[in-house]
């Protein structure tokens, strides 16, 4: 790397701007919105969004036994994914027609426990260089994304709704 002519003016060297100046660059760059770093799935950024699946996703890092992560961010996986499939029912039911709130707490709430248990887990990731972080506890960290068919949460509204 050439120096600029005008630093020679300041006495400075090439080396005491440009290692300071490239740190800044890849610091910034680091953690521009849109920018994952290499080998991070996708959904640990963004839960993914489609016509045929409500998704949910979890994470954890906490525990001294590192399997127990992984239990712990599918436990907290499912909660996302219940609380989506809760306003999922919800939705419908207010396109139904339905406004008793406490008959649509009732309902979406059976419906989530009902469907809840065949959520189908898609992926697992371990972060174990503690690229993403979150609170401090990065390194180890566990995510973990499940899914369940809509098609299953209407079906098993329909039928709740009726019974």
Known sequence: ???LPSTARFGARCSE?????G??????CAGAPGSAPE???????SVPYDE???YGRGTYA????PEDNEKNAREEALTSLARQIRTHVKDLLVMRGTSDSASMDR????VADNVIEGAQHVETWTDWDGVVRVDGH??????????????????????????
């Open 138 to 163: 990065d390194h180890g960290r566990v995510w973990v994304l499940v899914r369940m068919e809509k098609e299953r949460v209407l079906a098993a509204a329909r039928s709740t709704s009726s019974s």
């Open 1 to 3: 790397m050439r120096c």
């Open 39 to 45: 080998g991070v799935p996708g959904w640990v950024w």
């Open 52 to 54: 045929q699946y409500l």
């Open 107 to 110: 309902l979406t709430r059976l």
């Open 17 to 21: 701007i440009a290692v300071p100046l």
């Open 23 to 28: 740190l800044i660059l890849l610091a910034s």
């Open 62 to 65: 906490h525990s001294l036994y």
